[in-house]
């Protein structure tokens, strides 16, 4: 059953290469088709970032252990799309030639915390497997509490390249800020 419900939501999780990979076959990306494609990658990235982080919650309130072996996938769905999104904005966008984007990660704040984010995302990713939980035993769990801060940067990300709050950056702040108090108020209790 669980091996099923895997497969499924491992196709699922396609869902938002296979609609921009649509778009792209169909000529359909408009008049910024560059612009496009990173900021879908980019949101998807934050809606993953979301979804990983309502697991712990959901096994809560559910009692059902079920979610939480979801959970890896859907992290490893984070890097996935956040390392498009980063090779749309180097390779697409600034076709490989460093140093306009060495320039911008040192002098935009928004690039500076995306990238950030990346980077702390692969610690998670490489040691994401079950011989590395055993292998890092409690410091596991420490090493994956980068997936707050990360949320947050990627959420800071959003609003300072938006240069407003209102409403998609403000809509996923807050999804973000309930979900972290959720997990904060379950690790109290445990
Ligand atoms: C965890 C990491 C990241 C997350 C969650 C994230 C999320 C986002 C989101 C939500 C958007 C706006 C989408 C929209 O307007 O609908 C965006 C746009 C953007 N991101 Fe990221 N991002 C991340 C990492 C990065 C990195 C590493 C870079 C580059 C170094 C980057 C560069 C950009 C740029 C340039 C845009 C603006 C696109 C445009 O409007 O022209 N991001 N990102």
């Not at 921009?20 to 560059?34: M, R, T």
């Not at 035993?137 to 980068?146: E, F, G, I």
Request: proline share 3%.
């Amino acid at each position: 059953m669980i091996k099923y419900s895997k497969i499924f939501i491992f196709i699922l999780c396609l869902w938002p290469l296979t609609t921009i990979s649509l778009d792209i076959y169909n000529n359909q990306l408009g008049a910024e088709p560059i612009k496009k494609i990173m900021k879908h990658f980019g949101e998807w990235t934050l809606i993953f970032i979301c979804i990983t982080l309502a697991m712990s919650p959901l096994k809560r309130f559910t009692n059902f252990n079920f979610w939480i072996k979801f959970r890896r996938m859907f992290g490893l769905f984070v890097f996935f799309y956040a390392t498009i999104h980063l090779l749309t904005y180097i390779g697409l966008d600034y076709r490989f030639d460093l140093k306009p984007i060495l320039n911008d990660i040192l002098k935009k704040k928004y690039i500076f915390i995306g990238f950030s984010a990346w980077l702390l995302l692969i610690p998670l990713a490489t040691t994401s497997s079950q011989k590395m939980t055993k292998l890092l035993k409690h410091n596991w769990k420490k090493l994956h509490r980068l997936i707050y801060v990360i949320a947050v940067f990627g959420s800071l990300h959003y609003i300072w390249l938006s240069k407003t709050i209102f409403f998609k950056p403000l809509i996923y702040s807050v999804i973000i800020l309930v979900l972290l108090t959720l997990r904060i108020r379950i690790k109290k209790k445990i």
